[in-house]
């Protein structure tokens, strides 16, 4: 019996802004005027979204709209069950070629990079209000 996939892409947006260490208000924040940490966490809690939104809320967590419309835990789960059934299945003779450790500081250096450019975006928010 084959199930149907199922996407909530608010779920998405979270678990995106959290890896990223990102808060709702943060994210309000580069979305815009129009929008609260209140709105965002609405957002979050709906299953389908606007493509206009998906799209903006992908560029400001660096991600491909893709990856919200498309990320299911589920998917994931059942690839690593279907490769790991037993131990007899597992090859020891298998070579790791991720470095967890760099794609740690791949991640902080990508996150280092965002805070500077929010930091430039509110040095140049002041400026324009002065």
Known sequence: MERT??????????RFREMLGMKQEALAFELGEDWTQKKVSQL???EAIEN???EQVARILKVSP???KNFNEESV???INNTFQDSSSVNNNYLCTINPLEKIIELYERLV???KEKVTYLEE???SKN
């Open 125 to 127: 928010l002041l400026k």
């Open 113 to 115: 990079i965002a805070e």
């Open 66 to 68: 893709d990856a919200i």
């Open 5 to 14: 996939q199922h996407i909530h892409e608010g779920r998405n947006i979270k």
């Open 44 to 46: 979050e809690a709906k």
């Open 77 to 79: 789960f059942n690839v």
């Open 52 to 54: 206009d939104i998906i």
